[in-house]
């Protein structure tokens, strides 16, 4: 199906298509109300669509500027320009543009059932994921056997539709498909990520052999918990805890050493809190690093429970805020490189990679105006990003520059290279600080030396 040409569409135009698809009858029965939204499902299928064909378009338009002389085409900078359109991260906007480079060229039957609704995007992802590793040739031939014919995918979910696209580059092309499967040994990691209610999800990505082992080992050392006892006692090991939380203690005590049930938390943590959550009761949530908000009884508890362990030592140290904001007092430094107290310091206040929309863990202290443009080394020049964004910026046509908004929060401007301008501003501190204090505690609990 050929592209269709578009123009550009004012504000007004666009405030009246979202209020079309956003008023819903009053009065519509219920059968009404359930067609309505798989109206709306059409919808954004057709969307998603439209985004990866105007994705294809702007990687063959930079592809051709850079034959014709200009900059060369940087794959991670621009899923990272998709992912700031989309307001996702840059990894997600870098999965769309794999998506778009195989759907748009090599699998047309694919985009029509996109295009019409019968797929999603994840479900036209996931397709093109499984051709990923395939010739242009096969992957035409993955399309017409699979989305030829739109009622082959009616009805199948995620699993059914990823399973039998497998099945068929299996059959396709199964050299290739073991190669892809070498590889990703490669890509072995393990993530952290904040979960909800002070909790935290560790992932671990393993070759699947390795993995169905290491769950086969910690289901069997907690069925041997739950079958034995506490030593010269009748009480049950596993008391109170069910098969599933014992796996977990397992884990940290596997890792760190450290039993969860005996003992707490011994390894080096960074805690954000004002003087009246950490010394007069108060209420107001802490910033634990690398995690988000936590309680305040939480915070306290982490702090009492360390000082009273004797593995562990709960350190303080003290910050400085301006009276009547919560910005952080600035700190430089006449060195190129932040050193490690500066860093500390930015990492506290940015809390997350502060390109938009990342979230992901800090890994590098950046100038945001660069050093070899005379940046200067100091909180108000300096960012906390990760190793991905860090290279990024520094693709030709990325600028950024530093101010501070109403509220006295250090504030980014970023630039990309077609002009589009996203702001990103540090996260609050404790809000304590706005009415009680000058100080923020950082409590720094670490195993005793």
């Not at 005996?262 to 010394?279: A, C, F, G, I, K």
């Not at 009547?324 to 932040?338: I, P, Y």
Request: hydrophobic letters at 40%.
């Amino acid at each position: 199906m050929p592209a269709r040409k578009f123009e550009a569409v004012d504000c007004d135009t666009i405030e009246c298509m979202f209020e079309d698809l956003v008023v819903i009858d009053p009065d519509a029965d219920e059968a009404a109300l359930l067609g309505r939204m798989s109206e709306l499902e059409h919808v954004k299928a057709a969307a998603a669509a439209g985004q990866a064909r105007a994705a294809a378009a702007l990687e063959a338009r930079r592809v051709a500027a850079a034959r014709a002389g200009g900059p060369r085409v940087s794959r991670a900078a621009l899923g990272t320009e998709i992912g700031l359109a989309r307001s996702e991260s840059p990894h997600r906007g870098e999965r769309v543009m794999a998506m778009s480079r195989i759907l748009i060229p090599d699998m047309p039957c694919t985009l029509a059932a996109l295009e019409a609704g019968r797929l999603s995007e994840h479900r036209a992802e996931l397709i093109t994921k499984e051709a990923a590793c395939l010739s242009a040739f096969h992957r035409q031939l993955m399309d017409a056997e699979l989305c030829g014919d739109p009622a082959t995918v009616e009805g199948m979910g995620n699993k059914e539709i990823e399973a039998e696209a497998r099945r068929i580059a299996y059959r396709l092309d199964q050299q290739a498909v073991l190669e892809r499967a070498r590889a990703a040994r490669a890509g072995r990691h393990v993530r952290l990520r904040p979960a909800g209610d002070a909790m935290a999800t560790v992932s671990v990505r393993l070759p699947a052999a390795e993995g169905q082992a290491v769950h086969t080992a910690l289901s069997q050392g907690a069925a041997t918990t739950l079958a034995s006892t506490l030593p010269g006692t009748s009480v049950p090991a596993g008391l109170g805890r069910t098969h599933g939380q014992i796996m977990a203690d397992l884990v940290v005590e596997r890792v760190t050493g450290r039993n969860p049930i005996d003992r707490p938390v011994s390894v080096t943590v960074n805690l954000v809190l004002s003087d009246e959550t950490l010394l007069a009761g108060g209420q107001e949530p802490a910033h634990l690093d690398g995690h988000g908000p936590i309680p305040a009884e939480l915070a306290r508890h982490l702090v009492l429970a360390a000082e009273a362990d004797p593995h562990a030592v709960a350190a303080v140290r003290r910050l400085y805020a301006q009276p009547g904001t919560n910005k952080l007092v600035a700190m430089e430094s006449k060195a190129r490189a932040f050193p490690k107290a500066l860093a500390r310091f930015i990492a506290l206040r940015d809390q997350i990679c502060r390109i938009p929309y990342c979230n992901a863990r800090i890994r590098h202290s950046d100038h945001i105006t660069p050093h070899r443009k005379a940046g200067r080394t100091s909180a108000h020049n300096g960012e906390g990003v990760c190793e991905h964004c860090n290279y990024v910026k520094e693709e030709p046509g990325w600028q950024a520059s530093t101010t501070y908004d109403r509220h006295g929060r250090h504030t980014v401007q970023l630039t990309t290279p077609t002009g589009a301008v996203y702001t990103s501003t540090a996260p609050p501190g404790p809000e304590g600080l706005r009415i009680f204090t000058r100080d923020v505690y950082i409590a720094r609990i670490k195993p005793a030396a």
